[in-house]
């Protein structure tokens, strides 16, 4: 599949750029490590002005398919809460993360 050209792919990498901007100033150790994307392959995101953007600084796609169900708009109103929730608490087994999720879900 050819890489599209859009006028949408500049508007993205300028918000790449703060994304990048915002993780320098919070968390300025992951650019470091290395930043892990996920995106679908809105033509935005597949465009070659993007790819190359991505490939300058080093940054990894994950891949995501078109349509999957695997990430729902829900889900971003999920883990925020309960990485909040689990945060700093330690689990002597699997059983007892599952009673804690189970706790909290209910």
């Keep these: 599949m050819s890489k599209r050209i859009t006028p949408f792919a500049s508007r993205f990498c300028s ?8 993780i320098r100033r919070k ?6 490590r290395g930043v ?17 953007w991505l490939q300058r600084y080093g940054w990894e796609i994950l891949p995501h398919p078109a ?18 929730h689990l945060g700093g608490m330690a689990f002597e087994t699997e059983d007892d993360l599952i009673s804690e999720l189970r706790n909290w879900f209910l």
């Design 67 to 84: 349509h999957s169900p695997d990430l729902a708009t829900s889900d971003f109103h999920l883990f925020g809460p309960l990485r909040l």
């Design 36 to 52: 892990v994307l996920q995106h679908d392959n809105a033509t935005p995101h597949s465009a070659n002005l993007t790819q190359q």
């Design 15 to 22: 918000t790449l750029d703060r994304l990048k901007d915002a």
């Design 27 to 32: 968390r300025p150790g992951l650019l470091r």
